[in-house]
Every structure is written in structure tokens, then in C-alpha cells.
């Protein structure tokens, strides 16, 4: 079973680029971002807490992100692949991760990371704003806290899977479509 990984900014692109790898070659797509706008949606007591932290666009803890991956993990019936989309944002969780995969015998095959320049990220976000409806996205001073965080605490995650070989850096400038043809060409998929 093959583990990617889809890392970058917010208003990278990973969204997009996941559901669509998912959607061609039948992985299984894994959002933690999805997944906290979806307990939030349903007012549970993990999307109560969760809540005071997206709006301000700081992470989630540790410990509750990892908790809901985990049981993810093991509630998945077989699939082609993993993808993963907004996570791990921390070194904790990488670590994390790579003991959840190593316990279920599996490792990540391939970090995907998609690269924007910062003013790019921000037009992006103002869009979304307005199409997705996104509260995180609607206020200029959280955009610009998500990604103080993403390279404070997130970019620093590169080196950790940079020692592994495993990172393939695509050129995240463009048409949806071109973007997936990039990484169509650099990732095997299949096998
Ligand atoms: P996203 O849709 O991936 O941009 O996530 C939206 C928000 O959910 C982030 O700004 C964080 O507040 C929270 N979040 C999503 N994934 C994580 C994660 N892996 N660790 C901590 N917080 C997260």
C-alpha cells in the first residue's frame, strides 16, 4: 500500500491535488483539516475545542490530532493508498505517524510538497475566502497567522523527511490540471 504524503503552505493546493490523486488511482484520502471542519460542523465536543483554534489559524493539539488519526487508521478497510492532507504539521506529529505506519507494518513512500510563493498563497486564500466560505479564510490577520505557524512549525518537517530521500518538491504555480500532470510524472502511484 503506497503512503503519500502532500505537504506545503496553506493555499498550496493540497486539497485539490489529494482528492484528485485519490479520485485516479483510489486512495484513500485522509484531511485532517476536513475531518475538524466536519466535528466542528457537528458540534461535538472535539469540534467545540477544536474551533478556538482554527479561527484564530493556530494548530489543533498534538494530542487530539493524533488521537483522530489513529482512529482513522484503524478503522480502514483496504485501500490502494493513503494519501495525507494537513498532516503532520508538527515534528511530533511525523514522528507520530511514522509509529502509527510502522505498527500496521507500512511506511511513507513519497512527501509530496508543493511549492508557492507567499503572495500567491495569499490571493489564493482571499478567493477561497469567498467560494468555500471558510471563516480561517475570511479574516487577513488569521491567513497571515496560518502561515507565520506553517513556517514556523510545519516547514521545519521538510528536513526531518528530507533525511529519508523521500521528499519530491513540485512547482505549485498553475492550472489545477498542469499541477497534477507535474505530479503524475515524478510519483508512481500504482504498485
Ligand atoms: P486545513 O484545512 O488543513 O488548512 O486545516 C484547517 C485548520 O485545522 C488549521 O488551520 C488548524 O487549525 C487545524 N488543523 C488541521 N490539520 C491539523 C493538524 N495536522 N495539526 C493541527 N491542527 C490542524
Do not use: C, W
Not at 467545540?48 to 479561527?55: G, I, P, S
Not at 491567513?143 to 523527511?161: D, F, G, L, S
Amino acid at each position: 500500500m503506497k503512503i503519500i504524503v502532500i505537504f506545503g503552505a496553506p493555499g498550496a493546493g493540497k486539497g485539490t491535488q489529494a482528492k484528485k490523486i485519490a479520485e485516479k488511482f483510489n486512495f484513500t484520502h485522509i484531511s485532517t483539516g476536513d475531518m475538524l471542519r466536519n466535528e466542528v460542523a457537528n458540534k461535538t465536543e472535539l469540534g467545540l475545542k477544536a474551533k478556538k483554534y482554527m479561527n484564530k489559524g493556530e494548530l489543533v493539539p498534538d494530542n487530539v490530532i493524533i488521537a483522530m488519526v489513529e482512529k482513522t487508521i484503524s478503522e480502514l478497510k483496504n485501500s490502494q493508498g493513503i494519501i495525507f492532507d494537513g498532516f503532520p504539521r508538527t515534528l511530533t506529529q511525523a514522528q507520530n505517524l511514522d509509529s502509527m505506519l510502522n505498527n500496521n507494518k507500512l511506511k511513507i513512500s513519497n512527501v509530496l510538497y508543493l511549492d508557492v510563493p507567499e503572495n500567491t498563497l495569499i490571493n489564493r486564500l482571499k478567493k477561497r475566502a469567498e467560494i468555500e466560505n471558510r471563516k480561517d479564510d475570511a479574516q487577513i490577520s488569521v491567513v497571515e497567522n496560518r502561515i507565520k505557524v506553517y513556517n514556523k512549525k510545519t516547514a521545519p518537517i521538510i528536513e526531518y523527511y528530507n533525511k529519508n530521500n523521500k521528499v519530491t518538491k513540485i512547482n505549485g504555480v498553475g492550472e489545477i490540471n498542469s499541477i497534477f500532470d507535474r505530479i503524475s510524472n515524478k510519483i508512481n502511484f500504482e504498485n
